[in-house]
């Protein structure tokens, strides 16, 4: 990023792209000097991508062709993400596995949310099995994205209690809640230069994050 302009962010979205509009809210409001130059998606018909562009945001769709490989797909992705001079990718429930090749072009701006306190329940359907281990906790993890999957460092996570009233709907619901307010702050965070990835760790204000920063909410 010059001094001079706004950081240049991409998100990438395969579905209703919530985070994507708690992003694209903050920096409509300033809480955020950052610009976002391109939303992208492997799915012509999520939701997420309507609201990208009813916003005015620039939107990309990338269909899987039928016989592709995850390089060759990736390699496309990576071609249109350079193509806007994007600097930092956003995974925003961006549902496909991506390359190493892709993880390692873009490491250390390259970030995702993921559904649950890391390093638990890496994967899918985590409101399910944390319900099914019985954790008291939950929460989400705001990460740099490294080939292993959900298992770069993190940077920032929100928890909260567990009710027993809790089902799977209302977890992801809870959840929800707690990304679109921590997502926005690790991009901050990116964009005014307080964070960093520097020799594979993150640096927040000159300080490795030996271990994730975490908000509880009730
Ligand atoms: C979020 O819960 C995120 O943790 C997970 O996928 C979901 C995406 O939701 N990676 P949305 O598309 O941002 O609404």
Not at 5 to 33: D, F, V
Not at 68 to 78: F, G, K, N, P, W
Not at 103 to 120: D, E, K, T, W, Y
């Amino acid at each position: 990023m010059s001094a001079s302009s706004l950081l240049r962010i991409g998100i990438l979205i395969s579905g209703a792209g919530s985070n994507m509009l708690s992003i694209a809210e903050a920096i409509r409001e300033r809480e955020i000097a950052a610009e976002l130059a391109l939303v992208a998606t492997d799915k012509p018909e999520c939701i997420g991508l309507m609201h990208a562009a009813s916003l005015g945001i620039p939107t990309f769709v990338i269909p899987k062709a039928k016989v592709e490989t995850r390089e060759s797909y990736d390699a496309r992705l990576r071609v249109t993400l350079e193509s806007q001079s994007i600097e930092l990718v956003v995974l925003a429930g961006y549902m496909r596995i991506l390359s190493n090749a892709f993880v390692n072009a873009f490491s250390g701006r390259l970030i995702n949310i993921h559904p649950s306190l890391l390093p638990n329940h890496k994967g899918l359907h985590t409101h399910r099995r944390v319900l099914a281990a019985g954790d008291t906790v939950h929460g989400a993890s705001v990460h740099y994205v490294t080939p292993e999957l959900d298992g770069g460092p993190v940077i920032l996570q929100a928890s909260f209690n567990v009710r027993t009233s809790d089902d799977e709907k209302s977890l992801a619901t809870r959840t929800q809640i707690y990304e679109h307010k921590i997502y926005p702050k690790v991009v901050k965070w990116i964009a005014s230069g307080r964070l960093k990835y520097i020799h594979k760790q993150a640096q927040l204000d000159g300080h490795i994050l030996t271990q994730p920063i975490i908000e509880y909410f009730t």
